[in-house]
């Protein structure tokens, strides 16, 4: 059973920075497309940044390229989320997925909270 779950989420000022976690668990991800999304209240949930595990592509929003950047650890399979010079059009719940030819899954989302 695939797993997925983020960490790091929380309350940060403006400017600010938060480093979100996603670990998974469950099967081999080596071929699978992994990242994040968001969710703000009442908008859809967007993309904000994605990789695979088996190259160093990196696909990131307009609204957050030059400040957040999408790592991994291979051995681990974990992916992070380093946010920095956060602003309040980041907050969000924050959610990590992965996927692979329509095998999609997704963690349950950490709330990020950036106070003016």
């Known amino acids: 059973q695939v797993q997925l779950v983020e960490s790091g989420g929380g309350l940060v000022q403006a400017g600010g920075s938060l480093r979100l976690s996603c670990a998974a668990s469950g099967r081999t991800f080596s071929n699978y497309h992994m990242g994040w999304f968001r969710q703000a209240p009442g908008q859809e949930r967007e993309f904000v940044a994605g990789t695979s595990w088996n190259n160093e592509i990196t696909h990131y929003a307009d609204s957050v390229k030059g400040r957040f950047t999408i790592s991994k650890d291979n051995a681990r399979y974990t992916i992070y989320l380093q946010m920095n010079s956060l602003n309040t059009e980041d907050t969000a719940v924050y959610y990590c997925?992965?996927?692979?030819?329509?095998?999609?899954?997704w963690g349950q989302g950490t709330q990020v909270t950036v106070s003016s």
């Open positions: 997925y992965c996927n692979f030819r329509g095998d999609e899954h």
